[in-house]
């Protein structure tokens, strides 16, 4: 491949990153853990502190406070990633909803690691890992398409990277089930810039929408930064020093009309070098 010069970089020791998602009340989680130091990141209503009780596991706290929009991400956690069991995808324990609070509290493993914005902040990542991880995320779309889930969020911040290389999808706060091929959004409030500009506009989702991010994720790498798209603008312009195998794989998983982009199956028979 033509498209870096190779640059071999090491996961920073950072602090790691963590969240969770759990489903109706696991018998494995235990009411009495012990709240440890906040991990310094806050999901979009919830804050994740490490379990004192068990050095594998944290928990991320959920206040609803009585709103409706909060306690909508808190159950689509509780519901989807309780069903979650792949190796790149993060892994529930357990959840407790304590009514007297009106708080969730979701246990999950702890993910020793770094977002791959911070991955990427050390400079280029050459292009073996690029396809080590994209490869990776190709496997959890077709996991996600043999479930029916949307993750919807898809991103820099939400893929974790180990020290070995392995990565781990997290946040399902945004996630979705599907019904057919599609299905539309209550609003547009909280799409993440990496869904493509026509799902935004029309308020659909799908399994294309995750393609879509995911080729997202490959263009970031490759440029080394984020790549926004405004809802009101076509496809992100793919730099033109790129191979042709890698240009085709872009130019299938970045297009605008969601009808033509590839389904997850294509892009796990395509051949990337």
């Not at 995750?210 to 490759?222: E, H, K, R, T």
Request: net charge negative; charged share 25%; aromatic share 8%.
């Amino acid at each position: 491949m033509e498209f870096l010069n190779t640059l071999s970089i090491v996961v920073p020791k950072v602090q790691p990153r963590s969240t969770f998602a759990g489903g109706a009340l696991s018998p494995r989680w235990e009411p009495n853990w012990k709240k440890g130091d906040s991990l310094g990141e806050t999901s979009a209503f919830g804050q994740v502190f490490r379990d004192s009780s068990d050095p594998n596991a944290c928990v991320k706290v959920f206040p609803f406070n009585n709103k409706k929009e909060v306690k909508a991400f808190g159950e689509r956690e509780v519901d989807i990633l309780r069903d979650m069991n792949h190796k790149n995808i993060v892994k529930y324990i357990g959840h407790e909803y304590n009514e007297k609070t009106d708080e969730l509290k979701i246990r999950m493993e702890l993910v020793e690691g770094v977002t791959l914005r911070q991955f990427m902040v050390q400079g280029p990542v050459d292009r073996k890992m690029i396809l080590h991880i994209i490869a990776q995320l190709i496997d959890v779309l077709l996991y996600f398409s043999q479930k029916k889930i949307v993750h919807l969020d898809m991103k820099l911040d939400n893929v974790m990277v180990l020290e070995s290389g392995h990565v781990k999808v997290i946040d399902f706060g945004s996630a979705r089930r599907i019904v057919g091929v599609e299905m539309v959004l209550e609003s547009d409030a909280g799409i993440p810039v990496g869904v493509a500009a026509k799902e935004v506009r029309e308020g659909t989702c799908g399994l294309f929408s995750d393609v879509f991010s995911v080729g997202m994720i490959f263009l970031a790498l490759i440029k080394g930064g984020d790549v926004a798209v405004h809802k009101w603008y076509k496809s992100p312009v793919i730099p033109g020093n790129v191979s042709k195998p890698v240009n085709e794989f872009l130019v299938k998983s970045l297009k605008d009309e969601y009808e033509e982009r590839w389904t997850a199956e294509e892009m796990a028979t395509f051949v990337l070098e």
